[in-house]
């Protein structure tokens, strides 16, 4: 995955973390991604969970499929493991090398169009495996790849930048995830750092699948026809060589529990957002459902940690009870017992 080299220089006042390392030891490569990509913002939120975290570089796996979110493995850690799989088949890869290692920390980077449609299977088994990594859906509605075509977390209404309106139900993750009997589901907003950064940390912690469906508006194509940042308006306004994305602010909100808020996204159009109370209780699976269906029908999508319970007891090894080791540190003689091991094993099968 092609990227620019960030310059190691740092300023020697930078703030620590246990480890002796400043924020800049865990970043990566330049973004190619527009200006003002939420995406961006997600990136800086992993980052500083886990610079806060203290985890060493090489502890970390980073994996992702297809689309700009895969893009974003390649801007934060540099120094952690990493795997860019083909679109839709990122929690396969995370599935083996977690067998193959538990002692590492695992999180997959996926999009809308990654997790719901081509990779929609392969997220729900992840889920009922229960694979011990945390699951970071960047969904902003599009493909932003291929010019922005509706993904399956599009709204019905919502508009294309050539002004068709999506007729389609969504998926949401969200209800998607707590159906399927994840153990931690979480939504963000990219724009919500404050709340972002610790509900990442709290994933990565969780003893078995941990998801987050984070929003994060797409500069360039969550727009539609009459906009001033589409595509349309730029070339009918601007004379350049190739497309032009015109830069635009990351769009940032701050505002308290238990209460909602109308955010603008860069094309003039909405998104209402309602942050969970203190005091609402996650461990509820039947009555979060319940509230998430109940929100989305009147238009909010709450953010904050949706639902927790204990993964630990069936978290993928535990079920199958696989080596506490990991396999790249087990001797060869018992990794490969020989023949006669492996045809006294086949002969259950027979």
Known sequence: MTSITKPKIAHPSLPKNELGLTRREYEGGMSTLCAGCGHDSITAAIVEACWGMSLRPEQLVKLSGIGCSSKTTAYFVSGAHGFNSVHGRMPSIASG??????????????????SLSIGLGQLAHAIRRNVNMLYLIENNGVYGLTKGQFSASADIGTKSKKGEANQQPPIDPVLLALTLGASFVGRGFSGDKRQLVPMIQ?????????????????????????????????????????DFVPPSKEIAVEYAEGSATVVPMHDGSHVRLRKLETGYDASDRASAYQYIEAKLKEGEYVTGLIHASDGSGNEMHAVNQTSSTALNKIPYSKLSPGSATLAKLMDRYR
């Open 202 to 242: 709290a994933g990565l912690a969780h003893p078995g699948f941990a998801i987050i469906d984070v929003l994060s508006p797409c500069v360039t194509f969550n727009d539609h026809e009459g906009s001033t940042k589409s595509y349309a308006f730029t070339r009918e306004h601007y004379h350049a060589a190739a």
């Open 97 to 114: 090398a977690n067998a193959a290692n538990r002692e590492l920390y695992y999180i997959g980077v996926s999009g809308d169009g990654d």
